[in-house]
């Protein structure tokens, strides 16, 4: 009897299992009840990004996936670094800012750091994520992402 019902557990468990991957539960882009706080995230609706590896496509398709998950809004992703619009995401020597630190400074954030920096210009906020590689550019988004969920 023991046994059936051991197996019973096991079997309504794995079913459960499937229900969420590891992924979702770890990246769930929950919808921000806060009107104003999900009004303000429209400022940075649009992101320019040179799409130009497997890891920036990554980047795209994880801003895509949770920007619809935490505003309902579908993100408009350039593939170009023009400045101007929301959100700027690039190598610090694609971005070629003065503004992010020193060469020293950016070159002690090894291959997996990275800046998250806003800037206002002509008055248009802009955010801007830099690294020295594109493994840096992924960790500076899903942080981003963990701000904007939290």
């Not at 557990?9 to 009840?33: C, F, I, N, P």
């Not at 609706?45 to 795209?60: A, G, L």
């Not at 630190?101 to 950016?106: A, C, K």
Request: aromatic fraction near 10%; charged fraction near 20%; hydrophobic fraction near 45%.
């Amino acid at each position: 009897m023991r046994g059936i019902f051991f197996t019973i557990a096991l079997w309504a468990l794995s079913l459960s299992a499937l229900a969420e991957s590891g992924y979702h539960l770890w990246l769930r882009y929950a919808q921000v009840q806060n009107a104003a706080i999900k009004n303000s995230y429209r400022l940075f609706s649009s992101v320019s990004m040179k799409e130009n590896s497997p890891t920036r496509t990554i980047i795209r398709k994880e801003l895509e996936r949770a920007f619809i998950g935490l505003t309902g809004y579908k993100l408009l992703i350039k593939n170009d670094l023009a400045i101007g619009n929301g959100i700027v995401i690039g190598l610090f020597a694609e971005l070629n800012l003065d503004s992010f630190g020193t060469p020293e400074e950016l070159k002690r954030l090894g291959n997996e750091g990275f800046k998250l920096k806003s800037v206002t210009i002509s008055g248009k906020t802009q955010l801007f994520i830099g690294a020295n590689t594109d493994i840096g550019l992924l960790y500076g988004v899903f942080r981003l992402l963990q701000i904007m969920s939290t």
